[in-house]
Structures are given as structure tokens and as C-alpha cells.
């Protein structure tokens, strides 16, 4: 009894395995054993319904949804692991906690971060860190080469990105770097850059749109010589300290505060001033030469050897590299050739009170500071005398400066004891000459004779 | 099962695509199990994915020893129902007015189905535990006789005679009905 039911077992078995998994149909099976035919069709008809009932599919939309959970699951238990000893924290209070790390006392912390990368935790570390560099940075120039070797990081980034094929942070990090070289260009051409010259903060604009009357303000110069141009015409070109016209100087404002230091003393003291600035410039512009092309080199090659879901966003790296580095390298070219326009000991002397007329060139960059002198006239004639407003008129005299600074601006071509102005007038006379670049790119072109508005308009800046 | 241990030990050192490759190859055949058992679609939806989570979650306890990866899986899937049930204090489905169908499916022809199942898992109700199981795995899960012996640690004999005699049994139910 036990064999028979055995055999059975087995030859159930062996039926369902053949109807089931070979695919044969019970008559097949039954006839290989006819003996249990009658016993076994019931069975495996039964089986046949019940397989036929459970060979269910999960709905798609679960299936679906039970995989990306799935996944969720998988990523998340890698994350712990790769956290781990802090895994029992949440991912921001370690970011917050390494912050604060920094900020208090590590600089293991701040190292680690340097070298981190933006899918990694220590990222926000820093950039909070290069943030840092960035406030305490004063100097514009100093800046803008921090802005430079940001954007060196930048370009790493994106280039570890791009391995990582993850183009959605590589277009996060390429508006970092935009922004990065944008302010390269922006320091290089502001008026700001001079800070790290001494140059003085112009007054608000418009707490000058009324100047009051300084009649202290006319300065005589030297009557000009019969048959020559009145001093009030426009200068082609800023002439240099040193080939400005010595003029009788100015009477000194009480209260200055300006010491008379020996004239030999100041000239140098400008000269030195003027070269470092250029120097600077010129450091600037290498850096950026040499950092322009090593990015360009970088992304391309990263380009090529990307898969092809980033190459787009590279390419955008790629295009705002190039861009930006060329405005900064264009805005450090015009200030350069500004700068290297007025080197005092090569600039050829201009003679005394020989103010041809020239035509202003409509360039504002390499405009030369009108430092023209209007002559004397009597206040009520001036004010009476035909000017057409511009704006830049305000804009000349949107400065505040002291009467002493003023007048120094005025009579530096001039003045034989600039030595004496100078703690005031240099730093002025930046600031100052830049705005008169401006007053005169602004002012209409005429045919460039004696009285043209933009004469007028650098007479009436320089009153 | 060369290939199935390589991946299992990749997975346990924390390999995603292997565990994933895991996860495509058992899920139908675990819900498959899970609904003949429960006769509830939704609710073996749920017990499913708690499976795999579970798995995930203490894939490195899993110690090879002669038994299938698939049998540790199915234990999971036991336990689970197991716990299931228990806390619902069911042994049966939700009413047949309760069922849930999917958006794009033919409705009646859903609820033929789903009638089907709950029928079958009504039937497998009654019998023994073993037996159910028996059922479950060799012809929901499709698993042959060698592995299920395995996942129920019986003999290939004990699982041939278990099954011979949930057959009769649910042949029994299904007539009488």
C-alpha cells in the first residue's frame, strides 16, 4: 500500500512536471501510464485549473512602482554605508557640523572640503570657505585673481562631473563659473579697481546736482601765449604727471591738511605708484591668459572622452569659458593700454600751455583725461555763455570732493608744486579723470574747434 | 546557481545591480505566492515589496548552507505572511465588492479573475499549512520539486507525497464546492 501510493507520488510528479514544465498535455502523460489513468486525470485537471488561476502577472503599475521604491531603497542604504561612522545623522547636521567645525577651529576640515567635489557632503564647506577668501580679499585686483583660481575649481569640477556623467550639476557649476569670470571682468573695469590705489569714494550723485558756488574753485592759469589755443580745449591723450605743464600754483585752501613734502620726493612716489599699478595689471592679464587657455584645453578634453548625456552641458562650460575669458582679458587690455598711455618717465613732455585743439576720440577707454584749463573768466560771463546740458556735466560734478582736491585736479597739468596736492590729488585726479573720460565720450562730437561742447563740458567738469 | 551565488555575494557587499538582478528575478514569482496565499491582490502588493525590503535589509544574514538563495527569500515571504495575518486577524480576503482594479484593465474581466483567485485561495484556505505551501510554491511560483524540498527543509519524497496530498484535498474542495 505504501509503494503504491509512492508510485503514485512520483508519477503525479513526474505528470505535473511534464504537462508543466515540458509542455505536454495530460493524454500524453496519462498514456505512459494507463493503469493510473483514471486516477490521475482529476488530479492534474485540478492542477491545470489552479495554475491556470495563479499565473498572475503584478500589475504593471505596481510592478513599476514597487521597483523605483526598490531602487529608492538600494541608494539609500549605500548612502549609509558610504557615510559611515556618522551614518546615524542626517546628511545636513554633518554638512552644519563640519561648518561650524571649520569656523571655530579645524583647518583639517577646510582642507578635506578644498579638494571636495559638488555631489560629495563637504561641498558647501567650500564654497562657504572660498566665500570667506573672498570677503577678506579688499584689493579689486587681488579679487579678480581670486575669481581666476575659482574658476580653476570650477573648471575641475565640471570636469569630475562630466566622469560622473552628471550633466544637471555640471550646468550648476558652469553658472558658478560664469558668475566667477564674470566678476574678473567687472573688477578689471570698475571704477572700484582703484581702490587699492588710495583712490577716494566720489560723493553720492545726487548730493551734487546744486554745487554750491567756490569761486576759490577758478584757478588762473598762465595767460596762454598770443595766437594759441585757450587751455580750455580738449587733450587728446592724459598726459603723464611728469610732461604736465608746471603752473603757478594754486593759494592753498585753509584748513588743508595736505603736507608740503619736497617735489622730487612726490614725483617718485607717483611714478612708483603708477608702475606697480601697471605691473599689477599686466600680472593680472598673464594670469588670465595662461588660466583661459588651460581651461579651454581641460573641458575640451573632458568633452571628448564624455559620454554623450553631458556633452551639451560641457559644451555650454565650454562656450562661457571662452566668453567670459575674453571680456576679462578685453577689459584688462583697454585698462592697460590706459595705464601704459600715462608711464611718467617715458611720456614725451607736452609745451607749456600748447593746447592744440584736437578732435576727442569717441573710444572712452583710451580717451586721455582732459586736463585742460579754462581760461579766467569772469563768473557772471560763464554762466551767462551758451551750454547746452548734458548729462555729463552732472556726471563730472557729481564728485564732492574738497575744494583743496578739486583745485588740485584743475591745476595738475599746471601746478609746479604738485608735491604739495598730491595726497589729495592723486587719488582724486582717478576718479576724477575717469568721469571727464566719460563727460567727454558723452558730449557730441563737433569739429573738434575751440568751444565745441565737449570742450565746454570738460571746462565746465573741471569748474 | 554558480551565477545566482556570485550575485548574492556581490549583493551582500553592497553590489546594486546585482540585488537588482535578484530583485527581477523573484518578484513575480514571491507576489505569485503571496496572492494564492492571501487571495488579495492589494494586500500581496504590500507583503511583496515588504519582502524585498526585508531582504535588503538583512541580505548579509543570508549564509549559504545547501539551501537556494530562494529559500531564504521564501521564508521571508512566510514570516511576512505569516505576521500579516496574524496582526489582521484574517485568514480569508476582503469582499469581493471591495476589489481594486487597475485603471486600464477590462473590468469584468478583472473581476472573473480576481473571483478565480479567491476562489482557489478560498479552497487552499482549508488546507494544511504544508500543503498550502506545497501548492503555493510548485504551482504559482512555478519552483521544482528539488527546491521546494529545499525551501520547506523536507525530503524531495515528503514534498512529492505533500503535494500528492494537497491535490486530492483541493480536487475535494473545488468539486464540493
Given at each position: 500500500?505504501?509503494?503504491?501510493?509512492?508510485?503514485?507520488?512520483?508519477?503525479?510528479?513526474?505528470?505535473?512536471?511534464?504537462?508543466?514544465?515540458?509542455?505536454?498535455?495530460?493524454?500524453?502523460?496519462?498514456?505512459?501510464?494507463?493503469?493510473?489513468?483514471?486516477?490521475?486525470?482529476?488530479?492534474?485537471?485540478?492542477?491545470?485549473?489552479?495554475?491556470?488561476?495563479?499565473?498572475?502577472?503584478?500589475?504593471?503599475?505596481?510592478?513599476?512602482?514597487?521597483?523605483?521604491?526598490?531602487?529608492?531603497?538600494?541608494r539609500?542604504?549605500a548612502e549609509?554605508?558610504s557615510r559611515?561612522?556618522?551614518?546615524?545623522?542626517?546628511a545636513?547636521?554633518a554638512v552644519?557640523?563640519?561648518?561650524?567645525?571649520?569656523?571655530?577651529?579645524?583647518?583639517?576640515?577646510?582642507?578635506a572640503a578644498?579638494n571636495s567635489m559638488p555631489d560629495q557632503p563637504l561641498y558647501p564647506v567650500k564654497l562657504?570657505?572660498?566665500?570667506?577668501?573672498?570677503?577678506?580679499?579688499?584689493?579689486?585686483?587681488?579679487?579678480?585673481?581670486?575669481?581666476?583660481?575659482?574658476?580653476?575649481k570650477r573648471?575641475a569640477e565640471i570636469v569630475y562631473l562630466a566622469s560622473k556623467d552628471k550633466s544637471e550639476e555640471i550646468e550648476s557649476v558652469?553658472?558658478r563659473?560664469?558668475?566667477?569670470?564674470?566678476?574678473?571682468?567687472?573688477?578689471?573695469?570698475?571704477?572700484?579697481?582703484?581702490?587699492?590705489?588710495?583712490?577716494?569714494?566720489?560723493?553720492?550723485?545726487?548730493?551734487?546736482?546744486?554745487?554750491?558756488?567756490?569761486?576759490?574753485?577758478?584757478?588762473?592759469?598762465?595767460?596762454?601765449?598770443?595766437?594759441?589755443?585757450?587751455?580750455?580745449?580738449?587733450?587728446?591723450?592724459?598726459?603723464?604727471?611728469?610732461?604736465?605743464?608746471?603752473?603757478?600754483?594754486?593759494?592753498?585752501?585753509?584748513?588743508?591738511?595736505?603736507?608740503?613734502?619736497?617735489?622730487?620726493?612726490?614725483?617718485?612716489?607717483?611714478?612708483?605708484?603708477?608702475?606697480?599699478?601697471?605691473?599689477?595689471?599686466?600680472?593680472?592679464?598673464?594670469?588670465?591668459?595662461?588660466?583661459?587657455?588651460?581651461?579651454?584645453?581641460?573641458?575640451?578634453?573632458?568633452?571628448?572622452?564624455?559620454?554623450?548625456?553631458v556633452?551639451?552641458a560641457?559644451?555650454?562650460?565650454?562656450?562661457?569659458?571662452?566668453?567670459?575669458?575674453?571680456?576679462?582679458?578685453?577689459?584688462?587690455?583697454?585698462?592697460?593700454?590706459?595705464?601704459?598711455?600715462?608711464?611718467?618717465?617715458?611720456?614725451?613732455?607736452?609745451?607749456?600751455?600748447?593746447?592744440?585743439?584736437?578732435?576727442?576720440?569717441?573710444?572712452?577707454?583710451?580717451?586721455?583725461?582732459?586736463?585742460?584749463?579754462?581760461?579766467?573768466?569772469?563768473?557772471?560771463?560763464?554762466?551767462?555763455?551758451?551750454?547746452?546740458?548734458?548729462?555729463?556735466?552732472?556726471?563730472?560734478?557729481?564728485?564732492?570732493?574738497?575744494?583743496?582736491?578739486?583745485?588740485?585736479?584743475?591745476?595738475?597739468?599746471?601746478?609746479?608744486?604738485?608735491?604739495?596736492?598730491?595726497?589729495?590729488?592723486?587719488?582724486?585726479?582717478?576718479?576724477?579723470?575717469?568721469?571727464?573720460?566719460?563727460?567727454?565720450?558723452?558730449?557730441?562730437?563737433?569739429?573738434?574747434?575751440?568751444?565745441?561742447?565737449?570742450?565746454?563740458?570738460?571746462?565746465?567738469?573741471?569748474? | 546557481?554558480?551565477?545566482?551565488?556570485?550575485?548574492?555575494?556581490?549583493?551582500?557587499?553592497?553590489?546594486?545591480?546585482?540585488?537588482?538582478?535578484?530583485?527581477?528575478?523573484?518578484?513575480?514569482?514571491?507576489?505569485?505566492?503571496?496572492?494564492?496565499?492571501?487571495?488579495?491582490?492589494?494586500?500581496?502588493?504590500?507583503?511583496?515589496?515588504?519582502?524585498?525590503?526585508?531582504?535588503?535589509?538583512?541580505?548579509?544574514?543570508?549564509?549559504?548552507?545547501?539551501?537556494?538563495?530562494?529559500?531564504?527569500?521564501?521564508?521571508?515571504?512566510?514570516?511576512?505572511?505569516?505576521?500579516?495575518?496574524?496582526?489582521?486577524?484574517?485568514?480569508?480576503?476582503?469582499?469581493?465588492?471591495?476589489?481594486?482594479?487597475?485603471?486600464?484593465?477590462?473590468?469584468?474581466?478583472?473581476?472573473?479573475?480576481?473571483?478565480?483567485?479567491?476562489?482557489?485561495?478560498?479552497?487552499?484556505?482549508?488546507?494544511?499549512?504544508?500543503?498550502?505551501?506545497?501548492?503555493?510554491?510548485?504551482?504559482?511560483?512555478?519552483?521544482?520539486?528539488?527546491?521546494?524540498?529545499?525551501?520547506?527543509?523536507?525530503?524531495?519524497?515528503?514534498?512529492?507525497?505533500?503535494?500528492?496530498?494537497?491535490?486530492?484535498?483541493?480536487?475535494?474542495?473545488?468539486?464540493?464546492?
Amino acid at each position: 500500500m505504501m509503494r503504491k501510493r509512492e508510485k503514485l507520488d512520483n508519477i503525479l510528479n513526474e505528470c505535473l512536471e511534464r504537462v508543466l514544465l515540458a509542455g505536454e498535455s495530460v493524454e500524453e502523460c496519462l498514456q505512459s501510464y494507463p493503469d493510473y489513468a483514471e486516477e490521475l486525470r482529476p488530479l492534474l485537471d485540478t492542477v491545470l485549473s489552479a495554475r491556470q488561476v495563479s499565473d498572475i502577472e503584478p500589475r504593471a503599475e505596481f510592478k513599476s512602482r514597487a521597483r523605483y521604491e526598490f531602487q529608492q531603497a538600494l541608494r539609500e542604504k549605500a548612502e549609509k554605508k558610504s557615510r559611515g561612522w556618522f551614518s546615524w545623522q542626517p546628511a545636513w547636521s554633518a554638512v552644519v557640523a563640519s561648518i561650524v567645525t571649520f569656523i571655530l577651529v579645524s583647518g583639517v576640515t577646510v582642507g578635506a572640503a578644498g579638494n571636495s567635489m559638488p555631489d560629495q557632503p563637504l561641498y558647501p564647506v567650500k564654497l562657504a570657505t572660498e566665500q570667506l577668501q573672498l570677503t577678506i580679499t579688499r584689493s579689486p585686483l587681488s579679487k579678480a585673481e581670486l575669481y581666476v583660481r575659482l574658476a580653476d575649481k570650477r573648471v575641475a569640477e565640471i570636469v569630475y562631473l562630466a566622469s560622473k556623467d552628471k550633466s544637471e550639476e555640471i550646468e550648476s557649476v558652469t553658472r558658478r563659473l560664469d558668475t566667477n569670470l564674470e566678476k574678473i571682468a567687472v573688477l578689471s573695469m570698475a571704477p572700484g579697481a582703484r581702490e587699492d590705489r588710495g583712490d577716494v569714494t566720489p560723493a553720492k550723485p545726487e548730493a551734487i546736482q546744486e554745487p554750491p558756488p567756490r569761486p576759490g574753485l577758478m584757478l588762473a592759469p598762465a595767460e596762454p601765449p598770443e595766437g594759441q589755443a585757450p587751455p580750455s580745449e580738449a587733450a587728446p591723450r592724459r598726459p603723464a604727471l611728469s610732461e604736465r605743464t608746471p603752473l603757478k600754483a594754486p593759494s592753498q585752501q585753509p584748513g588743508s591738511r595736505v603736507e608740503p613734502p619736497t617735489e622730487k620726493t612726490d614725483e617718485e612716489a607717483i611714478s612708483i605708484e603708477r608702475l606697480q599699478q601697471i605691473k599689477d595689471r599686466a600680472k593680472l592679464r598673464a594670469v588670465i591668459a595662461r588660466y583661459a587657455e588651460n581651461h579651454t584645453d581641460k573641458l575640451r578634453k573632458a568633452l571628448k572622452n564624455a559620454p554623450p548625456s553631458v556633452k551639451q552641458a560641457l559644451l555650454r562650460a565650454i562656450a562661457v569659458s571662452e566668453a567670459r575669458y575674453k571680456e576679462a582679458d578685453k577689459a584688462l587690455e583697454g585698462e592697460q593700454n590706459d595705464s601704459e598711455q600715462v608711464p611718467p618717465e617715458t611720456a614725451p613732455k607736452r609745451p607749456q600751455g600748447n593746447l592744440t585743439p584736437r578732435k576727442i576720440a569717441p573710444a572712452p577707454r583710451t580717451a586721455p583725461e582732459p586736463t585742460k584749463v579754462a581760461p579766467q573768466r569772469p563768473l557772471d560771463e560763464r554762466n551767462s555763455s551758451p551750454e547746452p546740458s548734458r548729462p555729463s556735466r552732472n556726471r563730472a560734478e557729481s564728485y564732492k570732493p574738497q575744494p583743496e582736491t578739486e583745485a588740485g585736479v584743475n591745476n595738475i597739468e599746471q601746478a609746479n608744486d604738485v608735491e604739495r596736492r598730491k595726497a589729495t590729488i592723486v587719488p582724486y585726479n582717478r576718479n576724477r579723470s575717469e568721469e571727464l573720460r566719460e563727460a567727454l565720450k558723452d558730449a557730441p562730437e563737433t569739429d573738434g574747434s575751440t568751444g565745441s561742447p565737449a570742450d565746454t563740458a570738460s571746462s565746465k567738469a573741471i569748474d | 546557481m554558480q551565477d545566482e551565488k556570485n550575485l548574492v555575494s556581490r549583493a551582500q557587499k553592497g553590489d546594486e545591480v546585482a540585488f537588482s538582478q535578484l530583485y527581477e528575478e523573484y518578484f513575480d514569482k514571491i507576489y505569485r505566492y503571496i496572492v494564492i496565499r492571501m487571495g488579495d491582490r492589494m494586500e500581496a502588493e504590500d507583503i511583496t515589496q515588504q519582502v524585498f525590503l526585508k531582504a535588503l535589509q538583512s541580505i548579509n544574514s543570508f549564509k549559504w548552507k545547501g539551501a537556494p538563495f530562494s529559500a531564504w527569500l521564501y521564508r521571508i515571504a512566510h514570516n511576512q505572511l505569516v505576521d500579516y495575518l496574524r496582526k489582521t486577524k484574517r485568514r480569508t480576503s476582503v469582499p469581493l465588492d471591495e476589489i481594486t482594479l487597475a485603471a486600464d484593465s477590462d473590468p469584468q474581466e478583472d473581476v472573473e479573475k480576481e473571483f478565480d483567485i479567491r476562489q482557489l485561495s478560498a479552497a487552499i484556505q482549508h488546507l494544511t499549512e504544508s500543503q498550502r505551501a506545497v501548492i503555493s510554491l510548485r504551482f504559482s511560483s512555478e519552483l521544482p520539486i528539488a527546491e521546494v524540498a529545499r525551501i520547506m527543509d523536507k525530503s524531495e519524497g515528503a514534498i512529492k507525497a505533500l503535494q500528492h496530498s494537497a491535490v486530492v484535498a483541493l480536487r475535494k474542495i473545488m468539486v464540493e464546492g
